[in-house]
Antibody, heavy 114, light 112 residues
């Protein structure tokens, strides 16, 4: 069965970076785009961008272009999102999802605090 | 950016009641390829979202058929025909016709 397993929660200091992972299983990794979505506490959802695991092509929400970097490792069927120059505004739960919704990772909470 | 306006923001229903949620888009979601990329998601408390409906009206595999979607262009509706206790949570519409893809603000369904 399809599964997207995300890395564990992260506590990071302001100004630092963090790299989140999303390991796919149960399907051919290169057949479907992986999207990343942000959910601030108690709020709605924001689309960060997607990556084509086959080609590495990315498409970002302009709002997150200088914040997020999406990559994949086809050898391990894993997608990554690196968030840079973290501030309190980046504290949120981040999800990876296949095809903009048919399968979701369990989410990873990122807390930015000194 | 496309703005999706969901109404109502909260909904209180009894078991067995039928309810509808509206999602209105600030521009047409009809893609040049003829598809309309409007999905409905349910996020139960403490869980990631799950897909209920895709392409406006297609029921995702495994989703009960009491859920149905309809609409076109800019106006879309999710209907639950006979609410069950497990349906509580927040419902979101999401469009992926126009980048950046956007979500509605959510409708919280409470069970009376």
């Amino acid at each position: 069965q399809v599964n997207l397993l995300q890395s564990g929660a992260a506590l990071v200091k302001p100004g630092a970076s963090v790299k989140l992972s999303c390991k796919a299983s149960g399907y051919t990794f290169t057949d479907y785009y992986i999207h990343w979505v942000k959910q601030s506490h108690g709020k709605s959802l924001e689309w960060i961008g997607y990556i084509n695991p086959n080609s590495g092509y990315t498409n970002y929400n302009e709002k997150f272009k200088s914040k997020a970097t999406l990559t994949v490792d086809k050898s391990t069927n894993t997608a990554y999102m690196e968030l840079s120059r973290l501030t309190s505004e980046d504290s949120a739960t981040y999800y990876c999802t296949r095809r903009m919704g048919d399968y979701w990772g369990q989410g990873v909470m990122v807390t930015v605090s000194s | 950016d496309v703005v999706l306006t969901q109404t109502p923001p909260t909904l209180s229903a009894t078991i067995g009641q039928s309810v509808s949620i509206s999602c209105r888009s600030s521009q047409s979601l009809l893609h040049s390829n003829g598809n309309t990329y409007l999905n409905w998601l349910l996020q139960r408390p403490g869980q990631p979202p799950q897909l209920l409906i895709y392409l406006v009206s297609r029921l995702e595999s495994g989703v009960p058929n009491r859920f149905s979607g309809s609409g076109s262009g800019t106006d879309f509706t999710l209907k639950i025909s006979g609410v069950e206790a497990e349906d509580l949570g927040v419902y979101y519409c999401v469009q992926s016709t126009h980048a950046p893809f956007t979500f509605g603000s959510g409708t919280k369904l409470e069970i009376k």
